[in-house]
């Protein structure tokens, strides 16, 4: 299996709601990723897991809560959130370690999430 | 901090002609550059990428190159297709297993 997928694919919440995507990957990759993408934007890195630990947060507002339960899972936890969160969604994943190969990063189709 | 920069931010081409999309990026450690093309309503995909040690790359219709030391690295398409039509971004690994993406080109290819 070769691909990142998502769930929802469109999600459309009012700003009381809690709400969580997920993301699987079966790569066996141990690095995991959750972007948010505006309109004509590049990905904004929000989060990154590596062996299911969070390695890196950029600064992303604690409404968004991620969380990895195990190495093929990753979810984001939305929780009253803001109609300007209201974004594209991505995952990806990648391998961790050394090679070079650990670079490439794999993109799921994303969840395209409308904050009312 | 470390970031890209993109040029063009629009391409547009007659089907059959050449895109060349360039990017110049700052962190001189670098040493792995993919690109990514992005249709209207979904997912980033890896086209292709390259890595330090080589300067040039080609896959296809597709050829990356990469200038080390002007830190540039470019994209070229050659006899485009309108399903070459998409946002294209180029990016770089800028430590800690983290890309930085450039903002991205839009290429148009006219039928």
């Known amino acids: 299996d070769t691909e990142v997928t998502q769930t929802p694919k469109h999600l459309v919440m009012g700003m009381t709601n809690k709400k969580s995507l997920k993301c699987e990957q079966h790569m066996g990759h141990r690095a995991m990723y959750w972007y948010k993408q505006k309109a004509k934007k590049p990905p904004e890195l929000m989060f990154v897991y590596s062996y299911e630990k969070l390695s890196i947060n950029e600064s992303v507002p604690s409404r968004f809560s991620p969380e990895c339960p195990n190495s093929s899972l990753l979810n984001l936890h939305l929780h009253a959130l803001q109609p300007e969160d209201s974004a594209l969604y991505l995952c990806a994943s990648s391998q961790v370690g050394l090679g070079e190969s650990s670079y490439e990063q794999y993109f799921g189709p994303g969840t395209r999430l409308t904050v009312t | 901090g470390e970031n890209v920069e993109q040029h063009p931010s629009t391409l547009s081409v007659q089907e059959g002609d050449s895109a060349v999309i360039k990017c110049t990026y700052s962190?001189?450690?670098?040493?792995?550059f993919p690109w990514y093309k992005q249709e209207l309503g979904k997912r980033p995909q890896l086209i292709i990428d390259?890595?330090?040690?080589?300067g040039e790359k080609k896959d296809q219709r597709i050829a990356v190159t990469l200038n080390k030391t002007a830190k540039h690295f470019s994209l070229h398409i050659t006899e485009t297709q309108p399903e070459d039509s998409a946002v294209y971004f180029c990016a770089f690994h800028s430590g800690y297993s983290t890309l930085t993406f450039g903002k991205g080109t839009m290429l148009l290819v006219s039928p």
């Open positions: 390259i890595r330090s040690n080589v």
């Open positions: 962190d001189s450690a670098s040493n792995y």
